[in-house]
């Protein structure tokens, strides 16, 4: 059905049926509501390639793959596709095959450059992001899944990333923990900077001395989260709690913690950040894991929103999101033996 077709069912203008589907303020609510109505009723789409032509937008936002992460990833860009679905609008995920920077630099200008995407979110930002700074010049709209300190004007959302560790190590330490291990995520990452510092201004408050030892780093994996925890189980003087990025990690380190014959919750509490996995959940984990929480797949919905808010022209000073984060005491912790 074309438009003046649709127009005519309803005894309505092209015009004014074409201005209710695009949501302008001059149509009233009420005509709004009854043309989309409608629309649903009698199966009407308008033109993709003529609103696009229309409008000046591609009807697409652009996201970046990197290779770790995957099951994050694919959370995230879940809640993305739920937000999105309503607005015809499309994602369009472009692999990085190499993390160098200046291949990953590259990708960014190619993409802005091909008018393939109205804005870009951006992943696992660094302090000094130059991202950031690359899609500024270029006036490309853009949200960043987390936060940089570069001086840069942007939208952001990110979690309260240094806040939930620091709760989950003072949680550890309140049950008598002091060896008390981090295995971090991705070095350099805005994050894990954040996540670090949570960690280390908990021991300082409570008097309890930083070993480095007891600190690992790298991307949240069931095998780097084995490797990390076997590593630091097996020192001459070993920790008595774990805490982990993630619940991948937490799986690898659930492992190592019985390949050496020990039991989590008895001579080893762990507490991790869950991403909230439908297919992973703390509850069903055995036993069940203590865990600070936000959902991925929430803040891929609500970044969605957020774009789509910049793409139709608000200022990216007035998106700056920080989620707090809860804490769910499970059967992971306990009370440190003596």
């Known amino acids: 059905m074309k438009l003046r077709e649709f127009a005519k069912q309803l005894g309505l203008s092209p015009t004014t049926v074409s201005r209710a589907l695009s949501g302008y303020p001059e149509v009233s609510e ?149 060896r008390i291990a981090m295995i971090n995520g991705r070095p350099g990452a805005t994050y894990a900077l954040h996540r670090d510092k949570g960690y280390r201004d908990a021991l300082q408050s409570r008097g309890v001395e930083l070993d480095p030892q007891l600190i690992a780093s790298g991307n949240f994996t069931d095998e780097l989260g084995f490797r990390f925890a076997r590593s630091l189980l097996e020192q001459a003087n070993p920790p008595t709690a774990i805490v982990a990025g993630s619940m991948m990690t937490a799986l690898g380190v659930y492992r190592a913690v019985r390949s050496l014959g020990l039991q989590v919750g008895r001579e080893v509490s762990v507490i991790a950040h869950d991403d909230v996995f439908p297919y992973l959940t703390a509850d069903n984990m055995a036993p069940s894991l203590s865990a600070t929480r936000s959902s991925m797949r929430a803040a891929g919905t609500r970044c969605a929103d957020l774009v789509l808010q910049l793409v139709s022209g608000r200022s990216p000073l007035e998106i700056h999101e920080l989620w707090p984060v809860e804490l769910i005491l499970r059967e992971s912790t306990a009370l440190v033996q003596r």
């Open 30 to 178: 009420v005509t709004r509501a009854r043309v989309a109505e409608e629309a649903v009723r009698l199966g009407y789409r308008p033109n993709v390639n003529a609103v696009r032509l229309k409008t000046g937008r591609a009807g697409a936002i652009g996201v970046v793959m990197g290779r770790a992460g995957e099951f994050h990833f694919a959370e995230f860009m879940a809640g993305m596709a739920e937000r999105l679905v309503a607005e015809d609008t499309d994602i369009l995920v472009i692999p990085m095959a190499d993390p160098d920077h200046n291949d990953e630099m590259q990708l960014y200008r190619r993409l802005v450059e091909s008018q393939r995407v109205d804005a870009i979110i951006v992943h696992s930002p660094r302090p000094n992001d130059e991202r950031i700074a690359l899609l500024h010049r270029l006036g490309m709209p853009f949200l960043v899944h987390g936060r940089s300190d570069i001086d840069v004007p942007h939208a952001w959302l990110d979690i309260d990333n240094e806040g939930a560790v620091r709760r989950a190590t003072s949680h550890l330490i309140d049950l008598g923990h002091t």
